[in-house]
């Protein structure tokens, strides 16, 4: 069975960083692209960022260009994502989703609040 | 980047039903095109890919066609566990850009 399962998420103040984890199991991580997908509270969804199988490409939003950045590590079969600098519409929940062509598995979301 | 636009932001149906959600998209996308259900407090579920293709495990009520710039989204007759919310998401070309949702809600 596919699992997905992420951590790491919190409240943090605007400026600050978390580091989210997204640890996989039942599949070959190291064959599939991976994604992070955001969801502000009431709000829709929106792709955040994409990794490739080995690694070596990565795409990002316009607005997380530069603060946020996507990992993985495929001998742990955990996917990251690094937030830095993080504002308070950063505030969502986070999902980590697997794609073959798109998405067909999601995690069940770890939620980062940024507030003072 | 490309603009995903879903009609009609709500509907309101009965049980028994036939719904149609239309997906517009700002230029085409061959048929790169995507459908999800999201119930509340849940992850989202893949119901259609490459526009008209049926994931494994969802019910043959559902449906997908379009190619292009216009998608719809069949329900031929909506059960109860179909209230959700629904979104189209395009994967033509990163970045990947979802529609706003359509929320059906009981009549």
């Not at chain 1, 990002?60 to 994502?81: E, H, P």
């Not at chain 2, 095109?33 to 893949?46: D, E, H, T, V």
Request: charged letters at 15%.
């Amino acid at each position: 069975e596919v699992q997905l399962v992420e951590s790491g998420g919190g409240l943090v103040q605007p400026g600050g960083s978390l580091r989210l984890s997204c640890a996989a199991s039942g599949f070959i991580f190291s064959s599939y692209w991976m994604h992070w997908v955001r969801q502000a509270p009431g709000k829709g969804l929106v792709w955040v960022s994409s990794i490739n199988s080995a690694g070596s490409s990565t795409s990002y939003v316009d607005s997380v260009k530069g603060r946020f950045t996507i990992s993985r590590d495929n001998a742990k079969n955990t996917l990251y994502l690094q937030t830095n600098s993080l504002r308070t519409e950063d505030t969502a929940v986070y999902y980590c989703a697997r794609a073959v062509g798109t998405i067909d598995y999601w995690g069940q979301g770890t939620l980062v609040t940024v507030s003072s | 980047d490309i603009q995903m636009t879903q009609s009609p932001s709500t509907l309101s149906a009965s049980v028994g039903d036939r719904v149609t959600i239309t997906c517009r998209a700002s230029q085409s996308i061959s048929s790169w095109l995507a459908w999800y259900q999201q119930k509340p407090g849940k992850a989202p579920k893949l119901l259609i890919y490459k526009a008209s293709s049926l994931e494994s495990g969802v019910p043959s009520r559902f449906s997908g066609s379009g190619s292009g710039t216009e998608f719809t989204l069949t329900i031929s007759s909506l059960q109860p566990d179909d209230f959700a919310t629904y979104y189209c998401q395009q994967y033509n070309s990163f970045s990947w850009t979802f529609g706003q949702g359509t929320k059906v809600e009981i009549k």
